[in-house]
């Protein structure tokens, strides 16, 4: 009786469902320790900074942002299944959620179906298009990398999206995002936290180089506009990677353009499109070793200055989940240019972090890293 029990069990749809269905836990935790000269001190008119400092600190994230996630997968049969994504990220040093209060899951909220024939369809929250960068960054969009000198303008998240990727293709993937601003305006008048954004990835990858073309765009809220470059604009984005045996070489491309302009009052300067380059080089010395070596230039208009970021890192693996990371860099600024290390909104209190306009800004970070 009770094999014939069990035995239906095991045949019934619900049981099926569940046996082929699976639920992974991940994460990646990052902290170590951080000296920056160039940090801004004082007050002066209108709350601006009026000398430079230094700083040492115990920090999380230099080496990449902590998170923490859950994915599932549901199989229907057929190469097609059920998929999600949960995924927030915590600051190790004081062990808070980042993000705004009460969210959880500040990075990946998305559920939807895939096929290896259809591709995949995703609702919900995701890290916005423009993080396809992700890819030919050889410091993988974090601090101290490319969205430093556009102030974080290429690593955003949005929320109500319809996204979908399409399956590869004789070496191309394509990929889509639309996310909604859920206001009574479709582009956004204020009636919600997010305006419109939109974007599109074409990428090619074969077994000596990789490209990859992004066009993207994100509104204001406020008023539906495209007047930051910095925030709420059209980025273009041209990226390549070259994979020589232990080396690979990355060169990137990215432009942001407005079409209603507006003066920054953050950084009191009527910029309306900044133009952003950067060339790399990775050894792989051992199959533990990483040695990489980046230059990264920003050009805005209007008066916005100029900035170049020159940065040596690298990573030693340990095991396969747990490494050791450095890196050394420093922003040098044309004369009306703060750009930083981190990707500070523009401004020039000392609360912003940002060096004192036509200064410079140099740091070093050594880490430990742990993916589960």
Partial sequence: MKKALLAAMLLSPGFAAHAQSSVTLYGRLDAGLQYVTGV????????????????FQQESGDGGINLWGLKGVEDLGGGNRIIFQLEGQILLNTGNVAGEPGQLFNRWAALGPSSDRYGTLMLGRELFISNGVWDFDPFWQDPWGSASLVRGRNWPISSNNISYRSPKFGGFEVYGQYSLSNGTSWNGNGTTAQGRGDGI?????????????????????????LHNPYSFSREYTAAANIFLGQFKLQAVYQASRTSHAVTDPGANQPSTSTDLEWGAVTWQATPAAVLIAAVYHVNANHGGGNGSMYTVGGSYNLSRRTLLTFQLATVQNSKTANFSLFANGAGTSAASGNPLVGHSQSGAYAGIQHYF
């Fill in 40 to 55: 801004p001190t004082g007050h002066g008119a209108n709350g601006q900074a009026t000398g430079s400092t230094h700083s």
């Fill in 201 to 225: 990835q074409i990428t090619y990858t074969s077994a000596l180089f990789q490209i990859r073309g992004i066009y993207d765009e994100m509104r204001n809220p406020a008023d539906g506009l």
